[in-house]
């Protein structure tokens, strides 16, 4: 199985658990790393305008319905708390970043290159946590489920872009709930 520790940042982690949840909540495996993506994806951009590393979004970005970009019906999904924008594609349900789909077979080169050859190990202890909460009460929990289990790094700037240990047995203990 190999080791039980991962030493990796948040972001892969983040974005490995929003995919874990949004297929528990029954998209398929594909539109589900695209959502986990761009989950984690604005979950850092948010971070990184409080810390300072980025700067306030464009006045007219707030709040702003996203751009129809002529590929399919664009819609919202819930995802670990936040809103995600999505759209239909010839391939199925794509979450979105600045009207352009999301490739799934990019965003699991990304997962398979930061976990290496424990991606099916932490994979499958996040399903296996996603697994033992209701469809209909594993939204509200599961950023909250993530905050347990993610990797400890300092706080503030000097925390951004660290690695901290990740560990598969909290996780899969976390699930004998």
Known sequence: MGSEVVTINRAPVLTLWAAAVAERM????????TLGKAMAGLQAQ??????GIYSPPKAAAQGAEP?????????????????IPALTTPDGPRACVKDKPLEPAKVEKYLQGKFGEQLDAALDAMRELAAAYDEDE??????GLY?????????????????????????RTMAQR
């Open 138 to 143: 594993l939204p509200e929990a599961a950023f």
């Open 67 to 83: 751009k129809k970009s002529g590929l399919g019906e664009e819609f919202w999904v819930q995802v670990c708390g936040r809103s």
């Open 147 to 171: 905050e347990q289990f993610r990797p400890e790094i300092p706080k503030g700037k000097s925390g951004w872009g660290r690695a901290g240990e990740l560990d598969l047995a909290k996780i």
């Open 26 to 33: 029954g998209w398929d495996w594909d539109c589900a790393l």
């Open 46 to 51: 948010a971070k990184g305008r409080m810390l």
